[in-house]
């Protein structure tokens, strides 16, 4: 029995090498910098499509997140206050007069 155990520890810590292995190749892709601003929900999203694909099974992007925190402190990361103001910030829009065919 001791041997069967020994030999699931060992299974489950290779599994965890594979996801941590794919994160870094992903990370090449989606780099970890531009998880801070406005590129944050794409990049997330971006990482979370690559290790769904690579390993053929849904990740969330909390799943995500906990395999990055082992590499990295994701408070640094976090979206703080003034991120937040210019997303929500609203302007109208026009088009330049310029844009327009004169008549």
Excluded: C
């Excluded at 941590?20 to 590129?39: D, F, Q, S, T, V």
């Amino acid at each position: 029995m001791g041997q069967m155990t020994n030999s699931k520890s060992e299974k489950e810590e290779k599994s965890e090498v594979e996801l941590e292995l794919k994160l870094l190749e992903a990370l090449e892709i989606y780099p970890p910098a531009k998880l801070r601003g406005i590129h944050r929900h794409f990049v997330l999203y971006g990482l979370t499509e690559y290790m769904s694909r690579s390993f053929n099974r849904s990740f969330t992007a909390d799943d995500v997140l906990k395999l990055l925190d082992r590499f990295y402190n994701l408070e640094m990361v976090k979206p703080d206050e003034e991120d937040e103001e210019i997303l929500n910030k609203e302007e109208d829009f026009r088009l330049p007069e310029s844009y327009f065919p004169e008549e």
